[in-house]
């Protein structure tokens, strides 16, 4: 046992348990929250997406951010192996109670809502287009918006039932999903065309370097496993392993389907094909055979609707429990045990971008944010042991302090990197654009997006602030904690 796991200690003041959420995940759905959330669209549909970009170099595109996203994992680990392991708020949590920096953190904790709305659209429209593939003409592309909007429901009424029902049915997708992927990679193996690697690199270094934040979508919502924490049995030791292994795991899956994709199928195909693996599939499989793989495919983006599902309403409850979002949005219902207004909230937001067609309005900002959170979390785990010593002393995962510093390190300059890859783009759209031309070619930035939604995120927090602060007897936990601390200095 390391110097970490032998610091015992009272636990640190934190929250107190939300109560209502129920414990009603094992081990194995906890895999199957975090194997379905990202064996989804990313590799299903970034892939092709990013080989115009970059061609055939989109495979190293997934090893070169495989350490990244570990190390960046690392500190998840390392906090939910704490009390605070226990509680959904994740990031939000995590770096108010480690920085103290409640703004900062509100506003990150907003953008992801944002984010995960966007995604949740974005999913249903990507799971209309590989059901009209499947269905073989019985549904048609004027069929897509209904479909999406159906995949929506469905799911809503899933989580609405109770948490124990999201994870039975992630389990039984996820193991579709599994048979589908065995069926696609290894008979796919011995129907590669080497040819179809070159040339590796299209586009030189700026082609690769621009692939890889769209690339980084396959890998963005890793941390939404962190969101299940208040519904895991024995969450602190569960879902540290979870985080590690199921990483490894799917970053192993990416290389696989993305070396037989993109070896059995000109890329030109893969990108212009609107169910790309099921097009690759084609090449080399019989008939029902690849149809099952387009099955697979459909499985890997309900897995990923199921769980994107989950995280803005647990969110909207830590939220709400800390006095920064309306009461009524963190109510959990008894019989169920689900937040079902902040899950009704999330179905008719997400909704509204299907039916509008504007899902680039939260899902442009999905990466940029949600790599400047995890940038903001591996700099709470390096000041960890400095800020907020109980708590350090109550880590449990067996992780060396030197590993820990180490990952947070690079976890911050690669979420760095990518950042300055997004800045950089968004800058030469800027200059080449005007705002009219932008609007008027739905290109607006990344950094225009994330300015006004966090703009927009900073006021509801003033406005969270000012009204606890002008009725003392409500304040929330994190009031409460700034008090203390207030007091203790003094």
């Known amino acids: 046992m390391n110097q970490i796991s032998r610091r015992r200690g009272p636990a640190p003041v934190a929250n107190p348990a939300l109560s209502g959420l129920r414990r009603d995940l094992g081990t194995l759905e906890s895999y199957a929250a975090l194997l379905g959330i990202l064996i989804g669209a990313g590799i299903f549909k970034v892939t092709s997406e990013a080989w115009t970009l970059t061609g055939p170099s989109v495979i190293l595109g997934y090893l070169v951010l495989a350490p990244a996203v570990l190390a960046t994992s690392v500190a998840y680990a390392v906090f939910l192996s704490t009390p605070l392991g226990r509680e959904p708020g994740g990031e939000y949590t995590h770096i108010s109670r480690t920085l103290g920096a409640y703004g900062v953190a509100f506003v990150g904790a907003w953008l ?14 990507v799971f209309a287009e590989y059901t009209i593939q499947l269905s073989a003409g019985v549904f048609r592309s004027d069929h897509l918006r209904s479909l999406a909007l159906s995949s929506l429901v469905f799911f809503y009424l899933v989580h609405v039932v109770g948490v124990r029902w999201f994870g039975r049915i992630q389990v039984a997708m996820c193991a579709l999903l599994g048979i589908s992927l065995v069926v696609l990679v290894v008979p796919g193996l011995f129907a590669i065309h080497p040819a ?28 939404s496993l962190a969101q299940t924490a ?53 090449v080399y499989l019989p008939f029902g055979a690849a149809w099952f793989v387009t099955l697979g495919a459909v499985m890997a983006l309900t897995t990923s609707l199921n769980a994107t599902m989950l995280v803005p309403s ?98 911050m300059l690669s979420m760095a990197g990518l950042l ?71």
């Open 420 to 490: 300055l890859v997004q800045v950089i783009q968004d800058v030469r759209t800027l200059t080449k654009l005007s705002l009219a031309e932008r609007i008027a070619n739905r290109s607006v930035t990344t950094l225009e997006l994330c300015l006004a939604w966090g703009i927009a995120g900073a006021a509801m927090y003033l406005l969270g602030r000012r009204r606890a602060v002008g009725h003392p007897e409500d304040e929330g936990p994190m009031f409460q904690e700034l008090e203390t601390k207030r007091e203790t200095e003094a």
């Open 112 to 125: 992801k809502i944002i984010s995960y709305i966007g995604a949740l659209a974005f999913l249903a429209i």
């Open 196 to 223: 179809n690697y070159k040339p590796f690199f299209q586009h030189g270094f700026g082609g690769f370097a621009a692939a890889l934040p769209p690339l980084f979508f396959a890998y963005a919502g890793f941390e």
């Open 230 to 282: 208040g519904e895991v049995r024995d969450s602190t030791r569960k879902l540290p392993r979870v985080f590690l292994r199921g990483i490894g795991i799917a970053m192993a899956i990416y290389f696989l389907m993305s070396v037989v994709a993109l070896g059995v199928l000109p890329g030109e195909r893969l990108a212009a094909s609107p169910a790309p693996m099921a097009a690759a599939a084609a």
């Open 314 to 411: 647990r969110l909207a409850v830590v939220l709400a429990r800390d006095r920064l979002a309306p009461r009524w949005l963190g109510a959990i219902e008894p019989r169920t045990g689900t937040p079902v207004r902040a899950l009704t909230l999330t179905l008719a937001a997400a909704a509204v971008l299907v039916w509008t067609g504007q899902v680039s309005l939260a899902l442009n900002i999905a990466v940029f944010a949600l790599v400047a959170l995890y940038l903001l979390h591996s700099l709470a785990l390096l000041f960890l042991p400095r800020t907020n010593p109980a708590l350090f002393r109550a880590v449990t995962v067996r992780i060396p302090i030197g590993v820990q510093r180490l990952a947070a390190v690079l976890s």
